[in-house]
Structure formats: C-alpha cells, structure tokens
C-alpha cells in the first residue's frame, strides 16, 4: 500500500508542477517569452481548464501526502529508548581553586599606587 500510494504522490508531483508551468502569466514578463494570444489552447487560453486540473491535482497530492504519514505512521511501534540500559558513573568533582580570580563587578585599584 506504501508503494502504491508514493506512486501516485510521484506523479501528481510531476503533473502539478507541469500544470503550473503551462499556465500563462498576468501580462508581466510572460509577453517577453512569448505569450501572446495564439497558443495551443485557443485565443481565450486554457484558464478554465489548467485551473480545475492544478486544483484537481493538488487536492490529490494532499491527500496522498496525508494517506501516506498515516499509513507510514501507524506501521512504527514505539520504541524504546536507546539511553534505557545505560548506567550512570558518578565521578568526584574537581577539586575547588582556592585562589579566586579577580570579581569584574568591583573597582579595580592600579597596582602602581596612582590614582585614576
């Protein structure tokens, strides 16, 4: 059911994206390639036709999509987990360093005696 299913999610692929290109654009840079009234469709286009099949396919590539996830999804069982037989070392922590650093949020002093 998984093959058929990426099969017929493959081709609406294919032909949605066929559709799409065939369709002329609104009189902006589709008159510089070419998309002048004489087409293969007739002078009134194919807006009606390349449409309803654009909306056909793409209704049928979202529910293959769906179709798919479920059926793909409801084969996976849960899994357990992979930290489940791990153990935990417990390690002594690092001694402490007893010189502290210098504390950022105080003033500093010059060390040559002069003032600031």
């Known amino acids: 059911m998984d093959t058929f299913i990426a099969t017929v999610h ?7 994206v066929v559709l799409v290109l065939l369709q002329a654009g609104k009189e902006g840079m589709g008159v510089i390639f070419g998309g002048g009234s004489g087409s293969v469709f007739g002078s009134a286009g194919a807006g009606g ?5 654009t909306a056909g396919f ?4 979202l529910i293959t ?7 793909t ?3 996976r069982k849960p ?11 417990q390690k002594a922590a690092p001694a ?20 600031q």
């Open 10 to 16: 493959i081709i609406a692929c294919v032909l949605l």
């Open 49 to 53: 036709l390349l449409v309803k099949l």
């Open 58 to 61: 793409g209704a049928l590539f």
């Open 65 to 71: 999509s769906l179709a798919y996830n479920y059926y």
């Open 73 to 75: 999804g409801a084969a």
């Open 79 to 89: 899994s357990s987990s992979v930290m489940e037989g791990a153990t935990i070392e």
């Open 96 to 115: 402490e360093n007893k010189k502290p650093g210098p504390n950022l949020f105080e003033e500093q002093k010059p060390q040559d005696g002069s003032k």
